[in-house]
């Protein structure tokens, strides 16, 4: 906790660490009551300084000191000086040794940040400033050290005692037992990892492209060894897609992962040891819904794929935390891409991003893909970092091309192997590698906002002449005001009357290259001018969400139902129905706010069954473009957002949607689901295809309330040997039916799986989430039912996170029921869990899109959080920049 303001820490202030940590030698003595850490470090003056020895400052938290040594000289107080957060004293050599013991309470530490227990097990999670929670150090990412670890604990309840890199020896000391780990790469303290617990493993074997062999190994408790095989299997897949597509192999002899049921995030990437939360390695059919199969199989790929871009390559500062970041999400969303569906998975992803990425960039936490500045770096792990900084990637492959992007990672990971580097390096590497001045683009990483990219045309018939006129800006961010223009690769095509791409031949050349081209629009306004130019054409226009922008063209619906049914390209034909959708809800929501009758555009209908008769179309395309724009996602298109009106118009269109089509979705629901009763589990992008629109064909004909339906479903939930079905069917009915006949089916689901904590995650969430089950006195009683804890991240997330980022008709509430009951969950747990605390606050910091009604009660809400004595410094930040 936090004893006086914290501080702001600048980019701009950063200076090379004084002193280097050449080796790191650590010894755990675990206990149930305490644990001792003995470090050894052997240190020097950073050789590119000059010869001076300042003071040396090592960061430490929440330790106790038992002794400290300077080249083997015991120091008393005297000769150091100690405060709440760090030590220094004055070395007097170049080169010297410091040994430290302090003790510590892994037992105690409910933030789940440096040595804690979850459950019976020991485990870390350092990044990004943990391991100060475990011993002194220079804990910074640009002190790049090699580890040697030795953990020494009771034998019986700690068979298993791992840490980074090889075991090189171990041994048994009565009750006791030791093992010494050696991690031959340097690397930054918050790639440490310690795991000791009674764990099961399953093993396997990888020869990497030069044919050495790796042996993998994956940890859990006991009761979950039968899950592990989708992500072994996944991880296989990263390491020879890593090989094939990146050329980077494996670098240890062995590879380790080991799950964990409290967790603050997905995972973690630590060198050779990855620590996952159990929900992103556990999967198997009964269990596990499509969902969760693919989120393990990317979270697996993410983690591996940071072994380079991350560990061998890692971060100077954390202000570059996107370098790492955003390269492995753009890296493990190309992996999923190609062993699913890459439309699916790019309409996946643009989703996502401009549901929570583009309200960020508009809110008051937004902040540039590389921050100027931090209080708290735990509050930057977001998704402008990852999911915009993936975009911004992504936009250079895009501009290099495949090849020239390759020989730039190629260049970068050569260059940089065992650097602490920053983002101008990465992009200098795709720039002398490709050739191209990527000098403006640069301004991708220190401007924050989304921009928004407007689009006029003109056709001249006479000289067959087209002109599209681009015009970019973006709107002021905090500490932001001006913005210079910004490269934005646009990736397009002509679309004819006959719905075929013309060639694309600009004014200045001689012949038309090509379909579908790229251009890059560098200027505030910019024309391209098309020649030989038969017709009147329809852009296409930033196919496949060639840039992370707000086009705005004004398509007319007509324009857009023409889009869907024949771009050529696939992710526009699914955009043009979410713009067509996103205009028919806007309507309705407008209708509802002026008390009008409400008229819902056919052609949003004549669309959708056009979409419904194109056999071409892969089912999981077809399940995308029946699924609506979210609530989330349309409360950010409209200012003073009334959120209960936009749920009211959105269930409207869905219900209109479930009774014009419900011959069709019942029939197709037989068909699918018949299917399925006759095909074993299969976790492949086939079968996800079929059961996603099964399900989403289920979804649609419940909302007729159609009681054949209802049958239906219950046989689905009942009979299914999957819980992708299961739990949809679920879903369904708790949303569905009756009160009282929806709480036996959530009895006998508890009751079948109240052993399996990951499945119970899943039925407190379609209970928190569901307008119907999840209203305030609901949530209560979730949170008092035994399996539920505050200290458990995933429970939390499955009540309180779905509740506020998911329930938003009874979150909204007009009464401000719903902001009180978040905040008071704030407060709990920010005691606790400070970074878990700020992220569920996450909803609150909207409170300026919504109607004045609302905005005065969210606001309420963030006063009587920023009140309260003793906040986290996570929490703080959050707090006091959204009321700024
Ligand atoms: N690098 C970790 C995130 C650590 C978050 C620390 N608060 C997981 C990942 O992105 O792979
Ligand atoms: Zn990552």
Known sequence: MRTDQPKTIRLSDYQAPDYLIKETHLTFDLHEDYALVHAQLIMQRNPELDAQLPVLTLVGQELVLERIALNDQELTANDYQLTETDISLQPTTAEFTIDSTVRIEPQNNTALEGLYKSGKMFCTQCEAEGFRKITYYLDRPDVMSRFTTTITAEQQGYPVLLSNGNLVASGEEGERHWTTWQDPFPKPAYLFALVAGDLWCVEDKFTTMSQREVTLRIFV?????????????????????????????????????????????????????????????????????????????????????????????????????SLKEGFTVFRDSEFSADMNSRPVKRMEDVAFLRTHQYAEDAGPMAHPVRPAEYMEISNFYTVTIYEKGAEVVRMIHTLLGAENFRKGSDLYFQRHDGQAVTCDDFVAAMQDASGIDLTQFKRWYSQAGTPRLQVTDEYDAASQTYKLHFEQSCPATPNQTEKQPLVIPVKMGLVGGCGLDMPIQLADEVNAQGTERVFAITQAEQTLTFSNVPQQPIPSLLRGYSAPVILQYNYSRDQLMFLMANDNDSFNRWEAGQQLALAVLKEVTEQIINNQEVQIDGRLIKALSAVLADSRLDQAVVAQMFTLPSEAYVIEQIPEADAGAICKACDLVRKHIATSFYEEFHELYLELSTISAQTPYIAEAEHFARRSLQNIALKYAMLTGSEDMEDLCLQQFETADNMTERLAALSYLVNGLSRAKSDAVLASFSKEFAHDSLVMDLWFSVQASSPKAGDLEHLRALMAHDLFSLKNPNKVRAVIGAFANQNLLHFHDDNGSGYAFLADQVIALDSLNPQIAARMLTPLTRWRRFKPHSQALMRAQLERIKAKAQLSADVFEVISKTLA
């Open 221 to 321: 408790e006991p009761e979950n060894i039968d899950k592990c095989q989708h992500a072994m299997n996944s991880l296989k897949k990263s390491m020879r897609w890593d090989e094939q597509v990146y050329g980077r192999e494996y670098d240890l002899d062995i590879f380790m992962i080991v799950a964990v049921n409290d967790f603050n995030m997905g995972a973690m990437e630590n060198k050779g040891l990855n620590i996952f939360n159990s929900s992103c390695v556990l999967a198997k059919a009964q269990t596990a819904t499509d969902t969760a199969f693919q989120r393990v199989e990317g979270v697996v790929a993410h983690e591996y794929f940071h072994n380079w871009s991350g560990n061998r390559v890692t971060c100077r500062d954390w202000f570059q935390l």
